[in-house]
């Protein structure tokens, strides 16, 4: 071989390793990851181009070629990428890049799980502090209404329960509250028997109307009733928006328990 093909050969490896480093470093989740293999190797739907590995292999999401392929990654269970070699000696490197690629993509998949399972509150499968704190975050603008609910005199539903019925009936509240509210509303259990929820581009008598119709529901079927006071926001200044707009539901939750009782 001639200097300038092992030149270019040490450059096409370093590419694919690039690639990996990306794969691994940069993305923000398994299909994150996947997505980089598939622009890479000229398969994406969402960007058209090349692929990048063509001097090695050629790939393809379809078993469409008669000889078997050197390589297989699996994206998901009914997605894989098979790689036919060019070239019989270029087989190892192919498996390398295989092997390399599937970590990546075990690994990103890995590290979005650990954090979903990090960012919700297993009793109730609703968000937990850290993940409100990160779909918050996530915001550009905070426009809506911060909704806080309070389980009303849940010391006593413990006392007359239990705790592992008084926790069973948490559950079935978060599992109301979950199945309850729009997708992209935010709807966490703030801690102990407390609640909060964002509606996002709502006003205050819609949400009101919604809460009211989901908590006699949840009185009638679990026997529990929730206090709720509301806020409504509209700010750039997401984190002290946030802040204040807490503050003054809660305030209000108290203020209409106290009517209440």
């Known amino acids: 071989r001639t200097v300038g093909q092992c030149f270019r050969e040490s450059m096409h490896h370093f590419t694919w ?7 691994i470093l940069r993305s923000t989740g398994g299909r994150d ?28 999401l379809d078993d469409e070629h008669s000889d078997e392929p050197a390589a297989v990654i699996e994206l998901c269970p009914n997605k894989v990428i098979n790689l036919y070699p060019q070239d019989a000696g270029l087989t ?9 690629a599937q970590t990546a993509v075990k690994a990103a998949y890995q590290r979005e799980r650990l954090k979903s399972d990090a960012m919700i509150d297993q009793l109730t499968g609703l968000l937990n502090r850290r993940g ?6 996530s915001l550009d603008k905070l426009a809506g209404v911060v909704a806080f609910l ?24 978060g599992k109301h509250l979950r199945t309850a509210f729009r997708s992209d509303d935010c709807v966490c259990r703030w801690g102990g028997d407390e609640f909060l929820a964002f509606f996002e581009s709502m006003d205050s008598k819609n949400v009101t109307k919604r809460l009211i119709t989901l ?38 939750m108290a203020k209409r328990a106290t009517r209440a009782s």
């Open 17 to 23: 390793v690039s690639l990996i480093d990306s794969m």
């Open 215 to 252: 908590l006699t529901k949840i009185k009638s079927q679990e026997g529990i009733s929730i206090t709720f006071g509301l806020a409504e926001v509209d700010s750039v200044d997401v984190n002290g928006a946030i802040t204040t707009a807490i503050e003054v539901a809660e305030r209000s």
């Open 33 to 60: 990851a996947a997505e980089y293999l598939l622009q890479y190797l000229g398969l994406s739907t969402l960007k058209t181009g090349q692929n990048q590995l063509e001097y090695l292999c050629r790939a393809s």
């Open 150 to 173: 309070d389980v009303d005199q849940f010391k006593i539903v413990n006392q007359n329960l239990g705790y592992r019925l008084a926790d069973e009936k948490l559950a079935a509240i």
């Open 92 to 100: 190892h490197e192919i498996t390398l890049f295989a092997h390399l």
């Open 132 to 137: 409100w704190d990160y779909h918050i975050s």
